[in-house]
T-cell receptor, first 114, second 114 residues
């Protein structure tokens, strides 16, 4: 059974500092890994998707890396801003035949202080 | 392009009642998945529908059911509501089965059981 863990559960940093969010998974037979952002009372916003054949993906200040062999992914957010305050979730989908089922980590709640 | 639309946004029910939640996917998306989010269990997969057929199911009791219509809109039904069913129910859509495209989420339906 696939298990996804995100540590720490909460993180507080001053504005301008780089954020490093960690995600680990137990089954390396993933199809892809997706990072999401969730604001209070809202749904999930997709940030980055990394296919199992890729090592990293970048979008603006965001960079996500994937190491399948060690079962880890890291989301880097450069030069954090107060608007980056949210909960960040990672989710993996298994082999293609498993359809679109996502297994989520518990999330990391981020607070960026002005 | 409109995003994933979930209705209603909020619902209050009492134990023993039943409820139906609705999800309209992004135009052209054929896969619709449902998730339950609670503070204690996090995000858990309920089921996925593709071309009006359920092709994935999570570990939830039979009180939770769903269906998908020919226009890809989906409904989720919960019968004999229990206090523990209080949660944010999220719907996600994607273009096709396991093709590596990111899933897009709606803002959810907040269900409260009294």
């Amino acid at each position: 059974k696939q298990e996804v863990t995100q540590i720490p559960a909460a993180l507080s940093v001053p504005e301008g500092e780089n954020l490093v969010l960690n995600c680990s998974f137990t089954d390396s037979a993933i199809y892809n890994l997706q990072w999401f952002r969730q604001d209070p009372g809202k749904g999930l916003t997709s940030l980055l998707l990394i296919q199992s054949s890729q090592r990293e993906q970048t979008s603006g200040r965001l960079n996500a890396s994937l190491d399948k062999s060690s079962g880890r992914s890291t989301l880097y957010i450069a030069a954090s801003q107060p608007g980056d305050s949210a909960t960040y979730l990672c989710a993996v989908s298994l082999i293609k035949a498993a359809g679109n089922k996502l297994t989520f980590g518990g999330g990391t709640r981020v607070l960026v202080k002005p | 392009k409109a995003g994933v639309t979930q209705t209603p946004r909020y619902l209050i029910k009492t134990r023993g009642q039943q409820v139906t939640l609705s999800c309209s996917p992004i135009s052209g998306h054929r896969s619709v998945s449902w998730y339950q989010q609670t503070p204690g269990q996090g995000l858990q997969f309920l089921f996925e529908y593709f071309s009006e057929t359920q092709r994935n199911k999570g570990n939830f009791p039979g009180r939770f059911s769903g269906r998908q219509f020919s226009n890809s809109r989906s409904e989720m039904n919960v019968s004999t509501l229990e206090l523990g069913d209080s949660a944010l129910y999220l719907c996600a859509s994607s273009p096709d089965r396991g093709d590596g495209q990111p899933q897009h989420f709606g803002d959810g339906t907040r269900l409260s059981i009294l």
